[in-house]
């Protein structure tokens, strides 16, 4: 699995090398980015999927370093195919290699999702177990709705 880990990222598990990878072909719902981001004195954690730009954004409380950062990883993504109906491991997290980021257009659409999920909070009545809903609006860089793009990957992998 390729986690590709901006600078806030990097910074909040105090982690200053990323991993040499040779690149490869990438499977679908293998490469996810990673940003760090604070809401109400809270900080988040948001990633995104790089094709679809579905989203999982998590608290980032206790995550301090890159081992931590590795098993909470496995954690999230477990708890992402249980809901999604996925069979135990198909995303594979055995190896988790951080990269740096390599595409403008995600970050920027990864920090229009931070925005949402910021207005959901804030116009919501402060709920946080509504910030998955930034998965229901359509994006401007892939024209498409993350959780149904997102769903239809999943399927075709469990056909597959």
């Not at 995600?106 to 809903?133: C, H, K, P, T, V």
């Not at 024209?143 to 056909?159: A, G, H, M, Y």
Request: glycine share 4%.
């Amino acid at each position: 699995m390729i986690i590709r880990a901006t600078k806030k990222a990097m910074d909040k598990i105090s982690h200053k090398e990323y991993d040499v990878y040779e690149e490869k072909e990438i499977i679908p719902l293998n490469e996810w980015y990673i940003n760090h981001f604070k809401m109400d004195r809270k900080g988040y954690f948001i990633l995104p999927e790089s094709k679809s730009l579905y989203s999982i954004i998590e608290e980032s409380v206790g995550i301090k370093n890159v081992q931590i950062l590795r098993s909470w990883l496995k954690e999230v993504f477990c708890k992402f195919e249980l809901e999604n109906g996925l069979i135990e491991n198909s995303i594979n997290t055995k190896e988790i290699i951080i990269l740096k980021t390599n595409n403008r257009s995600i970050l920027g659409s990864q920090n229009e999702l931070i925005r949402m999920a910021e207005n959901i909070f804030y116009y919501d009545d402060e709920n946080y177990e509504d910030l998955g809903r930034v998965n229901n609006t359509p994006m401007m860089y892939t024209k498409s709705f993350p959780k149904e793009d997102i769903l239809t990957e999943v399927i075709k992998r469990k056909n597959f």
